[in-house]
C-alpha cells in the first residue's frame, strides 16, 4: 500500500514555505559553490577488520555516531536559546551617557542607566546617549531626540522615535528589531541604518548595511544598501533611491510620492525620473509599478523593462495588474535580496 504524504517545504519544496528554512537557505545560498567539483583521486577498497566485519559496516557505525553527536549538539543549542528566551527578565535595556546630560524620564543618566519598557530616553542639543538593544544591537541616540522603549523580549525588541535621529546597528536574525515613527515602522532585515524624524513628523531612513522594511497601512518599501527614503505622516514610506541617484530624483519623488494626484507637477517629475534611471535605479522603478495612476505605471513598466527586464513568465499585463508573484518575481531577478523573507514574516505581525 502507498502512503501519500502531504507536502513538505523541508523536503520537496511543497506546501507552505516555512520561515526559519527560507531563512537558513537564504543565508547558506551566499557560501553556494558553483564550480564544479574536482574529480576525486581512485582509492583501493578498505580492508576488512581482523574481526571479519566489512570497511562498509564499520563506516555505518562510525555515521551513526557521528549523527547522534552532531544530533545532541543541536539539541543542546536549542534547549539553551530556549532558556535564555524563556528566563530573560524584561528589565530594558542599557544605557550609557556618551555626552552632556541624557535623561531617562525624570532622571539624569550618570554614566550609565536602564531604560525600562515604557519609559523614555531624551536628549537635549548637547547630549548623546547609546542604547544595547538587548543582546542584538546598539542604537546611538544623538541630540535633540526622544525615544520609548516599547518592547523588550527574546524575539521582538521594539522602540519609538518620536523626534531626532537615530543609528542602529543590529545583528541579530531579520524581524527582530523594530521602530515606530509617526509615519511608518522600520524593520530590521540584518542591517546598520539612520533614522530621522522631524518634528512634523516626517522621516528620512538611510542604509548603511543590509536592508530595511518600511511600512505603513500596507504601503510597503524596501530599502537596501546604499539607499534612502522620506516617510510622510498619513501617507507612509515613499519611494528609495540610491544616494548616488541622477540630480533631481530627490525632489521629482516628493512630488511623485507625497503631491496631490492632480498636480500639474507629476508628469515632468515622472518624465525626469525615467529619463535619467540607470540600470540600478530599477530599486526606484519597480517601487513606482505599485504607485500612482495606471498610465503612469505602463510608462513606469516599459521603462524598467528596458534598463532590468523581467524574467521569464512575468508578462506585462500581470504587473500592471498588480499580480503580487509576478511583481516580487521582477524583484528577486535585481539581485538585491528576496522578498520572500517579508511576505513570510508579515503573516506573524
Aim: glycine letters at 10%; one cysteine or more.
Amino acid at each position: 500500500m502507498t502512503i501519500e504524504r502531504e507536502p513538505d517545504y523541508l523536503w520537496d519544496s511543497g506546501g507552505e514555505p516555512d520561515v526559519e528554512i527560507v531563512r537558513l537557505e537564504t543565508l547558506l545560498g551566499t557560501l553556494r559553490h558553483g564550480a564544479p567539483l574536482a574529480a576525486l583521486p581512485s582509492r583501493a577498497p578498505a580492508a576488512d577488520a581482523p574481526d571479519g566485519t566489512s570497511w562498509r559496516v564499520r563506516a555505518a557505525r562510525g555515521l551513526r555516531v557521528a549523527s547522534a553527536a552532531a544530533a545532541a549538539l543541536v539539541l543542546l543549542a536549542a534547549c539553551g536559546l530556549a532558556w535564555v528566551a524563556l528566563i530573560q527578565p524584561r528589565i530594558g535595556w542599557a544605557v550609557e551617557s556618551l555626552a552632556g546630560t541624557p535623561r531617562v524620564a525624570d532622571e539624569i543618566v550618570q554614566g550609565s542607566a536602564r531604560l525600562a519598557v515604557g519609559r523614555w530616553l531624551t536628549t537635549d542639543g548637547r547630549s548623546r546617549a547609546r542604547l544595547a538593544a538587548g543582546h542584538i544591537g546598539v542604537v546611538d541616540v544623538e541630540p535633540n531626540t526622544r525615544v520609548q522603549l516599547v518592547e523588550s523580549r527574546a524575539r521582538e525588541h521594539r522602540m519609538s522615535l518620536a523626534e531626532g535621529t537615530i543609528h542602529a546597528r543590529i545583528w541579530a536574525p531579520p524581524k527582530f528589531f523594530f521602530v515606530n515613527t509617526p509615519s511608518a515602522v522600520a524593520i530590521d532585515l540584518g542591517c546598520a541604518y539612520t533614522l530621522e524624524v522631524r518634528p512634523d513628523g516626517a522621516g528620512f531612513l538611510r542604509v548603511t548595511h543590509g536592508w530595511v522594511g518600511f511600512e505603513h497601512a500596507g504601503r510597503e518599501a524596501f530599502i537596501p544598501e546604499g539607499a534612502m527614503c522620506a516617510t510622510r505622516p498619513g501617507i507612509g514610506p515613499g519611494t528609495p533611491r540610491y544616494e548616488d541617484a541622477p540630480a533631481g530624483f530627490g525632489g521629482a519623488l516628493e512630488v511623485l510620492d507625497f503631491g496631490d494626484p492632480d498636480d500639474p507637477r507629476r508628469k515632468a517629475a515622472l518624465d525626469a525620473v525615467l529619463a535619467d534611471a540607470r540600470p540600478r535605479d530599477a530599486l526606484t522603478l519597480w517601487h513606482l509599478l505599485q504607485r500612482g495612476a495606471a498610465d503612469e505605471r505602463l510608462r513606469v513598466h516599459d521603462r524598467m523593462a528596458v534598463l532590468a527586464p523581467p524574467p521569464a513568465g512575468v508578462t506585462r499585463a500581470a504587473v500592471l495588474a498588480g499580480d503580487r508573484r509576478a511583481i516580487d518575481a521582477w524583484w528577486n531577478s535585481l539581485g538585491l535580496d528576496s522578498t520572500t523573507w517579508w511576505r513570510l514574516w508579515k503573516k506573524d505581525w
